[in-house]
């Protein structure tokens, strides 16, 4: 309850001054992901630039933009963070086109160690987050999909939140989305809004992806962002793609197909205060009750 009213409190002393913004413009930017680093991003580049010009408050890529995504690749496509070549073109860019730049993921090498990894980048090119994925996609669908990131990767063990203009934004990579506790977490601190730069395939995206996208919005009364590479019949895991943006209400406000492009919507404070104010569930919620049956279980 103390971060619900604190959300209120942030908005009406900045929603109400001029200089203040209470509605942020979000552009989804869905990439073609090919085997070519420098490809992949350069093109990332130029599509945060055309974000830009059409007046982006924050630009997101996908998960894996600079490289295939499989396990076999992580290791040849990893470096470091912050320094590898991917994140300082990832800062400069951010600078340049004074913008809020969430950098995907990429695969992250540090101390022999694999990580799936999210920087964020603020318009004056400074790192101010660094999300690893904590819950790492080993699934095993007979005859649809198989895949298992822990034969390459680490799991994160951080939960990881930025801000913009003093508003909380919660970060997740793909499979964490399949995990309401992470959300709940990030809207019981006070996040307004949740990214997740993700891959779903094209076994699990039919079933699951606007499904659990729309679900963490609803339950949590907050916006959620999901951003995919566009589908790329020639790789070995072919992506699903349907970038979204979910409102507070559980609504698709954007959704694009499964090509390469880029999608904009609204983050818009006050839809999360009336949506909270009118459905009051997060001051409803009966913890007492839960808490104990939970720890039983
Ligand atoms: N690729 C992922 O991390 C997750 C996914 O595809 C799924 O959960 O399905």
């Not at 929603?15 to 420098?38: E, R």
């Not at 992806?209 to 949590?220: E, F, I, M, P, S």
């Not at 790789?235 to 197909?257: C, F, I, Q, R």
């Amino acid at each position: 309850m103390k971060k619900f009213n604190n959300l209120f409190r942030i908005l009406s002393r900045n929603c109400n001054m001029s200089s203040s913004k209470c509605a942020f413009k979000v552009a989804l930017i869905q990439l073609h992901v090919t085997d070519d680093k420098n490809k992949n991003i350069e093109n990332a580049l130029k599509f945060v630039r055309t974000a830009k010009e059409n007046s982006a408050d924050i630009a997101i890529l996908p998960e894996c933009f600079n490289c295939p995504y499989g396990t076999k690749y992580f290791l040849k496509y990893g470096e470091e963070i912050p320094n590898g070549e991917t994140c300082k073109s990832l800062a400069q860019c951010a600078k340049k086109n004074n913008i809020y730049l969430v950098g995907g993921s990429i695969p992250e090498l540090q101390e022999k160690q694999l990580y799936n990894t999210c920087t964020v980048w603020n318009p004056l090119g400074q790192m101010i987050a660094k999300h690893r994925k904590i819950h790492l996609f080993d699934i095993d669908i007979p005859g649809k999909i198989t895949f298992k990131e822990s034969d390459a990767l680490s799991s994160g063990n951080q939960i990881t939140i930025f801000e913009i203009e003093k508003f909380k934004v919660g970060l997740g990579i793909c499979y964490d989305v399949r995990f309401p506790e992470l959300a709940n977490i990030y809207r019981k601190e006070g996040c307004i809004f949740i990214i997740y730069p993700g891959a779903f395939n094209m076994t699990t995206g039919p079933l699951h992806w606007k499904l659990l996208l729309r679900a963490r919005a609803v339950d949590n009364q907050l916006y959620v962002a999901g951003v995919s590479p566009a589908r790329n019949e020639n790789s070995d895991y072919v992506a699903w793609g349907h970038s979204l943006l979910a409102n507070p209400l559980g609504e698709t406000e954007a959704e694009t197909e499964h090509q390469e492009t880029i999608i904009y919507g609204t983050v818009d404070l006050k839809k999360i205060e009336e949506t909270r104010q009118n459905i009051p569930i997060l001051s409803q919620r009966r913890t007492d009750l839960y808490d104990i049956l939970y720890h039983h279980l």
